[in-house]
């Protein structure tokens, strides 16, 4: 049975406050975000023992990610492991919602958030102008129909009229 909640003696929900820091994707590498815990007073304190660590039922992993929990510790585990399957349509941002269930049963939800980057630059592609870091900017690739997300996938230069091959230069 529960224990009944007696004043002055909070339940852990009440007393903890789960936070994910914002995490990088890199395709083809792991990241790995883990939760820290504050008491009323924003001073970081142990999770409780016994603790689990849960992702909401409806959430479904966006298109080429693989999102896993530990249950017991709340470490998420994001990787995005074909970078073939990257392109303009990827999502390049998402939160994981998170139930955690104290002893007491009592729970509290939080979100972990994931921010796609593409070259491994350090700057998100929410706001990196070249996500591949093919030193040509995304909106002239999505322009010009090359992926984005790709750096060996550039857009095709046209041949210009008065500018012959070379196959059409040499016999």
């Not at 790995?32 to 142990?46: A, I, L, Q, R, Y």
């Not at 139930?99 to 796609?116: G, I, Q, R, W």
């Amino acid at each position: 049975p529960a224990t009944p909640i007696e004043p002055g003696n909070p339940t852990n929900a009440a007393t903890f406050e789960p936070e994910y820091k914002s995490e990088l994707v890199v395709p083809g590498e792991e990241t790995k975000s883990s939760p820290t815990f504050t008491d009323k007073d924003g001073k970081d304190v142990e999770v409780p023992a016994d603790s689990k660590f849960t992702i909401g039922e409806d959430f479904k992993a966006p298109e080429g990610y693989v999102v896993e929990i530990d249950e017991n510790t709340g470490e998420i585990t994001v990787t995005f492991p074909d970078e073939s399957k990257l392109n303009k349509d990827t999502r390049e941002e998402f939160d994981v919602p998170v139930t955690v269930t104290y002893p007491d049963e009592t729970t509290d939800e939080v979100k972990a958030n994931f921010k796609l980057d593409t070259d491994g630059d350090g700057t998100p592609d929410t706001t990196d102008e070249d996500d591949d870091g093919d030193g040509i900017p995304d909106e002239d690739e999505k322009d010009k129909g090359s992926n984005p997300k790709d750096e060996g996938s550039i857009p095709a230069t046209p041949i210009e009229p008065g500018n012959p091959t070379n196959a059409a230069t040499f016999e």
